[in-house]
């Protein structure tokens, strides 16, 4: 939880922000932010010790309500998304759960998408409703879809925008009025376009999600996850479940992903670049059936993927080894991620090094082929999160594999 979130930097542009916001330095003037490994914190006194407790005046008492390292990545975050405030946590899966659980009891009604992240389907759709939370899983696209599952008891709309495998996106501003206008909040998973490139609080959005393990940190290094929403419902909701669940993000993460995002902006740009020219190649080449990327004209949603993305499609696309049935596709697919000797045959994204993955055989690989079929996800399916290699290089790696077919 940030402390005093009105003051620093008020005024400065985002990328100044995202340079420069963090708590105040150290007697030391170190000028790279300090990195805080403590679990405890010494009170100047049992009176001023008594008041933090009491909520009374801000201070550090316990790692878990709370570290001055954290709290600069999260006033950091929470500007670059235009959010009033920010509260870290130890994974993105672990910001869903903070998020479901500081707003939802028994009875109450969710509905997400069917193209969600897996984990978040899970989560929602089975271990909440363990507890009487009550989900309706509807098309990502289908606005009309979305309006039909709305009930009375509906609290929570959740959207992911752009959706892993496929890129599929969805009108943020018009699921923020359809909540709003039904009394329920709008939260968004913006972790494939990060607030480099799409704002959802701008656009109407209640409560922003963050898996800090991808484009945050950048570098593939550690786990992280945030909630940025009003500094109410972070104050009121978020942290008193927070401090007493203790799904806090560690200091020494928080330090990793904070200097992340000092690079979001030029990584996003520079990746997704890559990512629109390598679309294109994709596109033209014999060995290869459809491509899915929102930044591409016959990316069905492309219109209001650029009105929403800032005109940028994100750095990860996927495409379909052609094929004449699912097995051959399958056995083709799994030929071009073998023949791989650059790029990384790896199950994450957001990461500076290219990485490949097979969604029917991993991320969706638990689903009936039926589901997969539904979802769009065939066996010659192959996700790239394109990272900041040469593209040459990059095109060079995949077609050793596309040329032996
Ligand atoms: C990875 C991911 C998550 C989960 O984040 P973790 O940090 O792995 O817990 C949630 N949503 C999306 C879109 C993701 O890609």
Not at 114 to 130: A, D, P, W
Not at 308 to 333: T, Y
Request: include cysteine; proline fraction near 4%; hydrophobic fraction near 40%.
């Amino acid at each position: 939880m940030s402390k005093d979130v009105s003051s620093p930097g008020a005024g400065l542009h985002r990328e100044t922000l995202a340079v420069r916001l963090a708590v105040e330095r150290s007697q030391y003037g170190e000028n790279s932010e300090a990195l805080y490994l403590t679990s405890g914190y010494v009170q100047p006194s049992a009176e001023a010790s008594a008041r933090r407790f009491a909520g009374e005046e801000d201070g550090y008492t316990y790692g878990r309500s709370g570290n001055p390292t954290v709290t600069s990545f999260e006033q950091r975050l929470a500007a670059m998304e235009g959010a009033e405030a920010c509260m870290a946590t130890a994974s993105g899966m672990a910001a869903v759960m903070l998020m479901c659980f500081s707003l939802l009891k028994a009875g109450d009604h969710v509905i997400i998408s069917q193209s969600m992240f897996g984990s978040t389907l899970k989560l929602i759709g089975s271990e909440f409703g363990r507890f009487g939370v009550e989900t309706s899983v509807v098309p990502q696209t289908d606005l009309a879809a979305w309006r039909a599952a709305i009930r009375p008891t509906t609290r929570l709309l959740f959207a992911e925008t752009p959706t892993n495998p496929l890129g599929e996106v969805c009108d943020i501003q018009a699921l923020a009025e359809m909540a709003h206008n039904a009394n329920a909040l709008l939260a968004v998973d913006n972790c494939f376009a990060t607030p480099a490139l799409q704002r959802p609080i701008a656009l109407g959005a209640d409560i922003v999600m963050h898996s800090g393990t991808k484009y945050l940190d950048g570098q593939g290094r550690v786990m992280a996850g945030a909630l940025c929403a009003s500094e109410a419902m972070v104050r009121e909701k978020f942290l008193p479940v927070q401090k007493n669940s203790g799904m806090v993000l560690s200091p020494f993460n928080a330090w990793v992903v904070l200097k992340g995002l000092e690079t979001l902006d030029l990584r996003m740009r520079a990746q997704s670049a890559q990512t629109l020219t390598l679309a294109q190649w994709l596109e033209s080449h014999p060995a290869v059936g459809r491509v899915y990327y929102p930044g591409l004209p016959s990316h069905p949603q492309h219109e209001l993927a650029m009105r929403q993305m800032g005109g940028i499609g994100g750095a990860v696309l996927s495409f379909d080894v052609k094929a004449d049935n699912p097995e051959q596709a399958r056995r083709r697919a799994f030929h071009v991620l073998d023949a791989l000797r650059v790029l990384s045959l790896c199950t994450n994204l957001g990461d500076t090094k290219t990485l490949c993955t097979h969604p029917a055989s991993t991320s969706h690989g638990k689903l009936s082929e039926a589901q997969r079929q539904a979802a769009g996800i065939g066996q010659g399916l192959i996700r790239v999160a394109v990272g900041l290699e040469h593209l040459d290089d990059i095109r060079a790696d995949l077609d050793r594999g596309f040329s032996s077919l």
